[in-house]
């Protein structure tokens, strides 16, 4: 087998199981709220937690996975979630369970830029959307398999079986990435930006820590600041010779948008599993086994058309199908006028609809409703994402693809914690600060109905983000 081809089975599973970290934890969030006694918020924060430090560490993580090679700072990596994994099953308290999971996010925020860069690395131009298109597989097989695997688990062996279960893949991946003779370094012999990185972090654990906490004056006080210190991070890496992001990336329209739309699409889509699972768990009635069963179908969508869309991408230009996964699908035909004005796209789709869908589900909603919902959700995003990432990774120099991979990475990431962010408001202003009991389950609908229209919104401007810069050249071209 090729070398490139291990490479990229290599990053495929990473991908499945960076995501599985956090996605299946998520299931057996009842299971650890049952053990720990954790209020709403709390619950949300499990989440929250692990996906802020991977949005703070991305950027960073990029720089140094250049400068001393994308394989051994994978390696350091995996050794690092197998230890944090084994100390977060020991752990006795919530608190001491929120850090395990801060710290397993400094690991998969550095799995996550090296996975994405060794892949575009390895690869040609002309096969990079395939390949990019497979590893993304990964991580809409972790989406859909870790639901079920955890639910499962959770079921029949307690929570704790899910972190555990990680472990022996990671360190098969060690003995496949040992055998891997490439090593990609693009930043050997410069220096790190440790001012840009330090201000960096600072800057994005404000404004999005600020963020979920918008109900409060402190939110709004921290939120402003973060913005403010994220303004002087562009302002020192404009002035620095060797900067740890180059912002001067984003005066590139192609890169700009997608980075844009990847946001807009995140921000808009990943509170849904956690609204789904609260909905089967809670308002519903399964145990987590049944409810992981029910949450795969969106991700199995995602799983087959996910490669399929990155190998269109390689022939057709990647904005547009993008555009198509996030806004096609709601055509209406005008009466009475010429063939060629016949059809009319409206700017929502498969995505927006199933967004809309799922604002109205209720205490009475049918699991077919659900189900059919979740299948335009699946449909919509799994034409999305690998076009997009596409063209991120193809509109800079190569030297720069861990720069890129780290601004995948990060927005992705800064997309999915506002999401929950969103989420975690709307408790707040709705529901207060109360447990998850069967008084509450009211409220808990009325918080998921109105975040889901919120989520509409941020979908259509992901439609026209993906629009933008269509016949613009990436400075990789």
Same mark, same amino acid.
């Given at each position: ?10 990053? %495929? ?10 996605? *299946?934890?998520?299931?057996? @969030? ?68 929120? @850090? ?13 830029? !090296?996975?994405?860069?060794? @892949? ?27 639901? @079920?695997?955890?639910?499962? $688990? ?9 972190? &555990? ?23 050997? /012999? ?35 600041? /973060?913005? %403010? ?31 844009? *739309? ?42 087959? &058309? %996910? ?42 789709? $498969? ?13 009475? !909603? ?39 991979? *780290?601004?995948?990475? !990060? ?32 409220? &808990? ?21 993906? $629009? ?10």
């Amino acid at each position: 087998m090729e070398s490139k081809n291990i490479v990229l089975i290599i990053c %495929a599973i990473l991908s499945f199981f960076t995501v599985f970290a956090f996605n *299946a934890v998520m299931i057996a @969030v009842p299971s650890i709220d049952a053990e720990y006694g954790m209020n709403n918020i709390v619950q949300n924060w499990v989440t929250i937690i692990f996906l802020l430090i991977v949005a703070a560490i991305s950027v960073p993580a990029g720089q140094v996975s250049g400068k001393y090679g994308l394989k051994k700072v994978s390696i350091i990596s995996i050794i690092f979630f197998i230890i944090i994994s084994i100390a977060n099953v020991v752990v006795t308290t919530s608190e001491m369970f929120l @850090v395990c999971r801060l710290l397993m996010g400094v690991s998969i925020a550095f799995l996550n830029v !090296t996975s994405m860069a060794m @892949v575009v690395s390895a690869f040609e131009p002309h096969e990079r959307g395939k390949a990019i298109g497979i590893n993304i597989t990964g991580v809409y097989l972790g989406l859909s398999l870790s639901p @079920v695997i955890a639910g499962i $688990l959770d079921f029949q062996l307690g929570w704790r079986s899910i972190v &555990l279960f990680s472990i022996p893949f990671m360190v098969l991946l060690l003995a496949m990435l040992y055998k891997v003779k490439d090593e990609w370094i693009t930043f050997e /012999g410069l220096p790190l930006d440790i001012k840009g990185s330090l201000v960096y972090i600072v800057g994005i654990l404000l404004f999005i820590y600020g963020f979920t906490r918008l109900n409060e004056p402190i939110g709004v006080i921290l939120t402003v600041i /973060g913005i %403010a210190v994220l303004a002087l991070f562009a302002y020192i890496e404009i002035r620095s010779d060797y900067p740890v992001f180059d912002v001067r990336f984003f005066k590139n329209s192609k890169f700009l948008s997608s980075n844009f *739309a990847a946001l807009c699409a995140y921000l808009a889509t990943f509170a849904v599993t956690t609204i789904l699972n609260y909905h089967l768990q809670y308002i519903k009635g399964y145990d987590s086994q049944m409810s992981g069963m029910i949450l795969i179908v969106a991700p199995l969508f995602q799983v087959v &058309l %996910a490669p399929l869309a990155g190998r269109w991408s390689d022939k057709v230009n990647p904005q547009i199908l993008s555009a198509v996964g996030m806004g096609l699908g709601t055509i209406s035909l005008i009466g009475g006028i010429s063939t060629k004005k016949t059809f009319k796209v409206v700017g929502m789709g $498969l995505g927006t609809i199933s967004l809309l869908l799922f604002s109205l589900l209720d205490a009475d !909603t049918s699991l077919i409703f659900l189900i059919v919902s979740m299948v335009f959700y699946g449909v919509g995003f799994g034409l999305f994402s690998s076009p997009n990432t596409n063209v991120i990774m193809s509109s800079v120099p190569p030297q720069a693809t861990p720069v890129a991979s *780290a601004s995948v990475s !990060t927005v992705r990431v800064v997309g999915q914690t506002m999401s929950m962010g969103i989420l975690t408001l709307v408790f707040a202003f709705v529901m207060g600060n109360v447990p998850m009991t069967e008084k509450y389950f009211p409220q &808990l609908i009325a918080s998921s109905q109105i975040t889901c229209i919120i989520c509409v919104v941020l979908c259509i401007a992901s439609v026209f983000a993906s $629009l933008v810069g269509i016949k613009a050249k990436g400075m990789g071209d």
